[in-house]
């Protein structure tokens, strides 16, 4: 959900960057970001958030650069390893065991689908608090999940008729 062709590009995706300034300059102020999951850990650990060119400029010469050096799953691990995913847990262990009670292997499809979805706004997206909000945001990570044909009708149906989680595991 937070960078749909990750797989794809060398750390910088020009179609999504470009896709996020079309939709921003229309709105007249920032309503989507264009920043890859390279990106956004280059951003988390080594150039932080100040808004200027210079820094996102920065920002994607440390992407292709890291984009050099690590695999995809490396990067991919050590960005889930660094993202909030609300009420208090850093990192996809602490969100998989506070969410579920479980190690990240062990999770299902629709708790990883809801593990992802929070990334974006894990306040907005909380399961505990916001139920309604949290069971369509997921519903909408494997409707994207389907139509990248990562899942197929069945799972996705099956998935999406499961209840939401509603409070954290003990």
């Known amino acids: 959900i937070e960078d749909r062709r ?32 390279t990106q956004q850990l280059v951003k988390k650990l080594y150039v932080g958030d100040e808004q200027t060119i ?26 889930l390893n660094t993202v909030y995913f609300g009420n208090g847990a850093y990192g996809i262990k602490a969100a998989s065991e506070a969410y579920f009670g479980k190690q990240p292997l062990e ?39 389907l139509g990248l044909g990562m899942i197929d009708q069945a799972e996705f149906d099956e998935a999406t008729a499961l209840p939401i989680v509603r409070r954290l595991a003990p």
Request: hydrophobic share 40%; aromatic share 6%.
């Open 6 to 37: 990750f797989f794809e590009h060398n750390g910088i995706d020009i179609e999504g960057t470009a896709r996020a300034a079309v939709a921003n300059i229309r709105a007249g102020e920032i309503v989507e970001g264009g920043s890859t999951i």
């Open 107 to 145: 999770v299902t499809l629709p708790e990883a689908a809801l593990l992802a979805g929070l990334i974006a706004a894990p306040v907005d997206y909380d399961p505990v608090r916001h139920p309604g909000r949290s069971e369509r945001r997921r519903n909408h990570v494997l409707s994207l999940m």
């Open 54 to 79: 210079g820094r996102k400029i920065r920002e994607a010469y440390l992407a292709w650069k890291l984009e050099q050096r690590l695999s995809k799953d490396r990067i991919l691990t050590r960005y």
